[in-house]
């Protein structure tokens, strides 16, 4: 198993136990919490597992604003050859949070390192080729988790400059090779389509979690993170050589994604400092 980022921004925990216990009980199930199983690597939920029944509860308002727009986006996706967890009651809130009851699904994050090219390519295909016009007032803004429309800005203007100097001009080669990328037909894409949000069992991805950064937009950004977490020659045994130099822009942004996004959040100071320092490491070994 990965070794999972947990030091997130949390809710009070009697707020938290309030909101579980009431989720659980809008969808008719017991809210005993000796059966709770916390799951606590989400940068923008907590997820607590009890029986069929997963509950998805915001950390902060700013992801809370988010919620009810993403279980919206689940429940209206069309069927596909793996489980999503749709909605099993009303979402709760409480003091600008939000708990959601949905469908626990089955299956485990495949190990990192490896991975069937066949499965991943049939993954893809199913997600990239769900027609998006009936869903598309529930998906976010393309790119939404670094500033949306705004992203380059962010990410040159805010991100770039809390760097070390001696990693700056690389990173500004990759944003600017991100921006640079040519056109290519836009899909539904997933936005962050790897580790604990792909579910497998025998084989097969059996389910898909963390549909909050679904969009319209380049579907190479899939497929960067499947290689990112499967690696590259796997991927690259997957989708056609242009798709993969695409994603290969995208995989080189992803350090950077991570101060964009803890900056747009609003996030504290510690979190913003470790995605800074993993950024620095990243682009000094690049």
């Not at 977490?229 to 130099?245: K, Q």
Request: with cysteine.
């Amino acid at each position: 198993m990965a070794d999972w980022e947990t030091r997130f921004p949390k809710p009070d925990d009697a707020l938290t136990h309030e909101l579980v216990a009431d989720a659980l009980r809008a969808a008719g199930s017991s809210a005993n919490p000796a059966s709770w199983e916390w799951i606590d690597h989400g940068s923008a939920n907590l997820i607590v597992l009890t029986g069929p029944i997963a509950v998805r509860l915001s950390r902060t308002s700013h992801e809370a604003r988010d919620s009810v727009r993403v279980q919206a986006l689940i429940d209206a996706l069309p069927p596909l050859p793996f489980a999503v967890p749709r909605s099993l009651s009303e979402p709760v809130t409480a003091q600008g949070l939000v708990a959601q009851a949905q469908d626990r699904l089955a299956g485990e994050p495949h190990p990192a390192g490896s991975g069937d090219p066949t499965e991943l390519r049939r993954l893809l295909d199913a997600l990239h080729e769900v027609d998006p016009s009936p869903i598309r007032t529930h998906l976010a803004p393309a790119r939404h988790f670094i500033g949306g429309p705004d992203w380059y800005e962010v990410m040159t203007a805010s991100a770039i400059p809390l760097l070390d100097v001696s990693v700056r001009a690389l990173a500004r080669r990759i944003a600017d090779s991100l921006a640079a990328l040519d056109a290519a037909p836009r899909t539904l894409n997933h936005g962050d389509l790897a580790g604990a949000n792909v579910l497998w069992a025998n084989g097969r991805v059996v389910g898909v979690l963390d549909w909050d950064l679904a969009a319209v937009d380049d579907p190479s950004e899939d497929v960067a993170a499947l290689g990112s977490w499967h690696t590259w020659p796997v991927i690259a045994r997957a989708v056609s050589g242009d798709v993969l130099r695409r994603a290969e822009a995208f995989r080189d942004s992803f350090p950077l994604q991570l101060v964009c996004h803890a900056l747009i959040a609003g996030r504290d100071r510690a979190e913003l400092d470790r995605a800074v320092a993993r950024a620095n490491r990243r682009l000094q070994h690049t």
